[in-house]
């Protein structure tokens, strides 16, 4: 289903098709010349209808696209809805043009019997990776040749992180060594010696699972048919893998490895470990799933391995349809690196045959014309035929980049032998792109990108004239955004360019987007990763301003300041620190120093377990173990627990026990359950959507629908609060993702999320009973709220609100790599840091860090709570499971925790400023 959807969405045919309702052909009797006069009027209702069909369908795609693209299945109903839908634009299938006839200069390739000495030898050390790369990673999915530099590309994939991918030397040269390496990677793609590396998925959010994913050219019969005859195969489409398939565990394999090398050389996507949304990783491996190796030598075994690439290139070389151009493009380069003296001239050919004319240009049907024509997007093989060193390809490229009208064409061309041989004439087809009235945002960020990295001084007047070009109104703000994002394509920049970039963060316009308030904003928080100096675009004012007066004084040649220092505090040892032979993953608030009470869960023997453990903080001793709750759903306690009892929600039924000895204080039947497969008005998971009122002896909770529900446990009453906002033209079964979060010490709850994205959250009030809406605040990412101080934890930028004034909590120096944060909610806020100090903060104007506490090291990612009444903050670490041995027998169930440990735990006297006369 992925795979159709980047279809629809990434193929200007397939838009325009769905668009326009029509056959690719462009024919359209409704627009025929030839119909009389009477016949247009008694249609013309038709037409009309028929158009509003087309709108209505164009919505209802979008918003089926837009539930896969947040990883939610579609129901059977909607599938087939989406299917007809697809059916009904009449996408063509892909076919086979004409092929060309090349032959094989056998002379010129080394046979497999040649290099099966050095590819065994490089088959063996791939056992010695240890880094992820391009067809196994779990945080990404894209595809790559590893012998030419740059044709790396992320398809999908987590953002904005470093994925640490690194091309080995053994398979770069595999994939060099090319079809001559194809028979030994075939038999070794059931080689089941593990590499260095191991992924782990314990589940919670996400999961892994075993698939056998194998992509193929449709087109070619001889393909498609050796896949048909394979069972075993996902042939859905989508990688979906069922519970039976989930693992927590995968060693990548010596075969994994050579599954993907041998898809670089053949080109196709073979994918041993692939990233799919959300924290999702999605298992191809040969040496798990036999039928993964069967179909690759089944496609690709064969008497002379050269001649039958050169073949299959071909044949992916001439296919043509919707979502074929990597299909093409891969093959084109491949064409061009492994046979270059047999397919130089088809290739330059088809470069000279190009229509580079702008496809926006005069008639409005003049794009289906060129895209036809070409049978390819031209900028992906320019692309790719310029990283190819063959003087016949090289005079091709310099040809099309000297006759395109497409500026994002001639940067495809650009490179090192181009910009020797012809540099003076393409600067002057870049600038000249420039002189056009009109901004192109996009394309001429890369336009002044290109002149700046390859003629950095000529360029200073071509800049500077295109910047001067509109002296006002919107205009002046779309150029300084080429300036910006152009900077973030040059690491290295010339100081012309530098003062260029530092009056562009004097703009202080608004620009309308509630994100970046004003255009020195916008600007700020591209070039805080160009000079990777901090921004916080959701900073007070005051603190932005500070931050690009900093960035203009580095970009005008100043020094760079010096990061703000932490004031000196004192710095405090706990009064009491112990280690615990259990594994403690929490820390209850009925704790004292003289007693903790911790929880501990396991795979219990009626499901899962929780106990709690009675702990004496002088000696470490578990003085006594009681079994708190156990339930086959397994055990989800609903928050905030706050003294000395706790609600267990079981689906239907929340259990008050007291938190000592687990007994049994009243059970209630409530009006929710916990099966997504019944009606979802009344499905409460309790991941973030259960919380309790402790003081109205009630609990908040949101379902699917979009409703806020208040269930009194006392009266066991029942009613819906607020229906949340849903995105219009939206179905009404999408399920929306509504939070709710507790205000410790408070009758409040914070209600965030669901598909109003841009809608701030709301506050309810038990003892108010309304609603009220805390303008100004981020929509979603709540973490936690402490009367008013509420920690708002967003794409990892940690940000403390006040939620009486609506604004930030500013604290300078800002901490960073927070894992941990509590309050009392009044004044003071402790944050644990990533260096395993606590940080104590009083809330003012300034707020102020008042002290630093120091925990024992963490053996584990550790949590804070405060105790006995806000006078004691208790911190605990516990030691990491170790990973299971490979084929090691899972857990089974117990009577009580298993020996796993230990914990630390530490206790801190904060009387001094959480006391309520502080």
Same mark, same amino acid.
């Given at each position: ?79 087939? @809805? ?249 093959? !084109? ?76 064409q001639l940067l495809a061309c650009l490179s090192p032998s181009l910009l020797e041989s012809h540099s003076a004439a393409v600067f002057g087809r870049v600038a000249g792109f420039l002189e056009s009235d009109a ?143 259990? !594994? ?33 903080? !002088? ?143 709301? @506050? ?155």
């Amino acid at each position: 289903m992925l795979a159709v959807l980047a279809l629809v969405i990434g193929s200007p045919t397939a838009r325009s098709t769905l668009q326009a309702g029509c056959s690719p052909s462009g024919d359209d009797t409704a627009a025929s010349s030839d119909r009389s006069s009477a016949e247009t009027t008694a249609t013309l209702g038709d037409d009309q209808d028929a158009a509003a069909r087309q709108v209505a369908e164009q919505e209802e795609l979008q918003t089926l696209l837009d539930k896969l693209g947040k990883g939610f299945p579609l129901t059977v109903a909607e599938q087939a @809805r989406f299917d007809a839908i697809l059916e009904a634009a009449r996408i063509p299938p892909w076919t086979l043009a004409s092929r060309p006839v090349i032959a094989l200069d056998a002379a010129r390739h080394p046979t497999p019997e040649a290099v099966e000495a050095e590819v065994h030898q490089l088959i063996a050390a791939l056992a010695e990776i240890d880094t992820y790369d391009f067809g196994f990673s779990p945080t990404m999915s894209g595809t790559a040749f590893a012998p030419v530099e740059g044709t790396g590309q992320m398809t999908s994939g987590i953002l904005m992180i470093d994925h640490r991918l690194h091309t080995t030397p053994a398979v770069r040269r595999l994939v060099e060594i090319g079809p001559a390496a194809i028979p030994a990677l075939l038999a070794a793609l059931g080689d089941a010696t593990p590499t260095k590396l191991v992924l782990s998925h314990e589940g919670g959010f996400g999961a892994m699972w075993h698939a056998a994913e194998f992509p193929f050219n449709r087109a070619i019969a001889r393909e498609s048919a050796a896949v048909s005859e394979v069972e075993g195969l996902d042939r859905s489409g989508d990688g979906s893998g069922g519970m039976d398939a989930w693992i927590k565990r995968h060693e990548v394999t010596v075969g994994d490895v050579c599954f993907v090398v041998l898809g670089q050389i053949v080109n196709r996507p073979y994918a041993a470990i692939r990233y799919q949304p959300t924290a999702c990783q999605v298992v191809n491996s040969p040496t798990t799933a036999p039928a993964l190796a069967e179909a690759a030598r089944r496609v690709w075994t064969a008497p002379e391995p050269t001649a039958r690439l050169l073949e299959s290139l071909l044949d992916d070389y001439s296919t043509r349809g919707t979502g074929t151009d990597d299909l093409q493009v891969g093959a !084109a380069l491949r064409l061009g690196y492994y046979f270059p003296t047999e397919t130089n001239n088809l290739l330059a050919q088809r470069l000279a045959g190009l229509d580079l004319s702008d496809p926006t240009a005069g008639d409005p049907e003049h794009w289906r014309v060129v895209f036809d024509r070409n049978g390819v997007e031209p900028s992906m093989l320019l692309e790719a035929m310029a990283r190819l060193e063959d003087p016949t390809v090289e005079a091709a490229v310099a040809d099309a980049a000297l006759r395109t009208d497409v500026p994002t064409q001639l940067l495809a061309c650009l490179s090192p032998s181009l910009l020797e041989s012809h540099s003076a004439a393409v600067f002057g087809r870049v600038a000249g792109f420039l002189e056009s009235d009109a901004p192109r945002t996009y394309a001429d960020s890369n336009l002044v990108a290109a002149l700046i990295r390859n003629w950095p001084e000529p360029a200073q007047a071509e800049v500077e004239r295109y910047l001067g070009a509109h002296d006002g109104g919107n205009g002046g703000v779309d150029r300084c955004r080429v300036a910006v994002s152009a900077a973030y394509a040059v690491p290295t920049r010339p100081a012309w360019f530098d003062a260029i970039l530092a009056d562009c963060l004097d703009d202080r316009r608004e620009t309308g987007n509630p994100s970046y308030p004003r255009f020195c904003d916008e600007a700020a928080s591209t070039l805080a990763r160009v000079l990777d100096m901090p921004f916080d675009w959701q900073a007070t004012a005051r603190r932005r301003d500070a931050s690009i007066d900093a960035m203009q004084v580095v970009l005008r040649g100043g020094k760079r300041p010096a990061p703000p220092s932490r004031p000196d505090v004192i710095r405090v040892a706990p009064v009491l620190s112990t280690t615990v032979d259990a !594994a403690v993953s929490q820390v209850w608030p009925a704790s004292t120093r003289a007693i903790v009470y911790g929880g501990t869960g396991y795979r219990g023997t009626d499901g899962w377990a929780y106990d709690t453990l009675t702990i004496d903080p !002088a000696t470490g001793a578990i003085v006594k173990r009681v079994k708190l709750d156990e339930w086959n759903g397994g055990v989800s306690i609903v928050r905030p627990v706050t003294g000395e009892h706790v609600l267990c929600y079981h689906g239907e039924t929340i259990v008050d026990r007291d938190l000592a000895t687990g007994a049994v204080l009243r059970s209630v039947a409530t009006p929710f359950h916990d099966r997504f497969n019944e009606a979802r008005e009344r499905w409460v998971r309790n991941l973030l959507d259960l919380a309790a009122i402790d003081v109205a002896d009630a609990v908040v909770a949101t379902t699917p629908d979009g409703a806020v529900h208040l269930f009194e446990l006392g009266s066991g009453a029942h009613e819906v609060l607020r229906m949340m906002p849903r995105r219009q033209g939206l179905p009404a079964d999408f399920p929306m993702h509504v939070t709710v979060i507790p205000v410790e010490g408070t009758a409040q709850v914070l209600v965030s999320g669901g598909l109003g994205m841009d809608d701030p959250p709301l @506050r309810w009030d038990a003892f108010e009973r309304q609603f009220e809406a805390l303008d100004g605040l981020p929509a979603g990412g709540w973490n936690g709220a402490w009367g008013r101080v509420a920690w708002n934890h967003t794409n990892g930028w940690l940000r403390l609100w006040d939620l009486d004034a609506r604004e930030l909590i500013e604290l300078d120096p800002a901490p960073d790599d927070v894992l941990d944060v509590t309050s009392d909610g009044g004044q003071t806020i402790f944050l644990l840091r990533a260096s395993g100090t606590i940080d104590v903060w009083r809330i003012g104007e300034p707020s102020t860090l008042v002290a630093e506490l120091q925990p024992p090291p963490a053996t584990g990612r550790p949590g804070l709570r405060l105790v006995e009444g806000g006078r004691t903050l208790a911190w605990w670490s516990v030691a990491p499971r170790p990973d299971p041995e490979p084929g090691a027998p899972e857990v089974a169930p117990c009577d009580e925790p298993p020996a796993v440990g230990p914990t630390a735990i530490a206790l801190f006297d904060v009387s001094a400023w959480t006391a309520k006369e502080q």
